[in-house]
């Protein structure tokens, strides 16, 4: 059992029909049919959605999937259509809101990895495969994999794990021209995100997409290559063999894991709220990826 320790009450706001709360955003639907998109400051680990919000977390979120949308326009087309915060709509979502196309969403997971790590390098540690792939002998935590590969995942529920299949599956639910389409796409947006990263000295490790169809056009949706969907590693202090630092919420789940939170993983009661001092060194590191991808202060 897992989900939201509290799940909030979504905001109504007149002229939008609110469709689902996820992790992080609330969906909604405006007169035009068109999907509002509001990213939180929630933060979730261990399949929970956190009791703490990190300021300024949905901001910086949207602000930077808006700045990779620019860079990666002459790839993939994606669903923004206007960030203006609607009529009747409350202030603060001025900055964490995309409008943008309703698109038939593609039900699969576009994972790309570029490194092994993660559920990635459990399943190696078995079977010397990722979704079917066979890999090399002798892959540690963090090694640098022969070339990216695309490990396709099947989206599951709040509070629930995605599994890793493989690309026949995909093939089998989606069609082959679709999974044909989906590798294809996922692979060239994470070498232009990873070309990026890499000049700005981060190690994009892996991510993962979402995508759908406006007609027959292949979208890119949701958000895209933030420290939510990726593993972002600061090149310097890459190191196979162990745990890598990176750019996302290590300092929540160190916290919770140690015997300060009082927390136990395996039980089914939910997490506590965070300190203070996570809170302010887990924003501070959203911060520090969108400026140094950025080369923007954040302000």
Known sequence: MSGFVEKPEPLQVPGLVHLHTGKVRELYQNEAGDLVMVASDRLSAY????????????????????????????????????????????????????????????????????????????EYNDTRTVCGLALPEGLVDGSELPAPIFTPATKAAVGEHDENVSYEEVARQVGADTAAQLRQATLAVYARGRDIARERGIILADTKFEFGFDGDTLVLADEVLTPDSSRFWPAEQWEPGRPQPSYDKQFVRDWLTSPDSGWDRASEQPPPPLPQDVVDATRAKYVEAYERLTGTSWS
């Open 47 to 122: 399949d929970w959605v956190l009791p703490t919000e990190i300021p300024d977390k949905g901001r910086i979120l949207t602000q930077l999937s808006l700045w990779w949308f620019d860079q990666l326009a002459d790839l993939v087309p994606n669903h923004v259509l206007s960030t203006e915060v609607p009529a009747g709509a409350p202030a603060d979502w001025a900055g964490r809101t995309l409008v943008c196309k309703s698109l038939r969403m593609i039900p699969v997971e576009a994972v790309a990895r570029g490194y092994l790590t993660g559920s990635g390098l459990a």
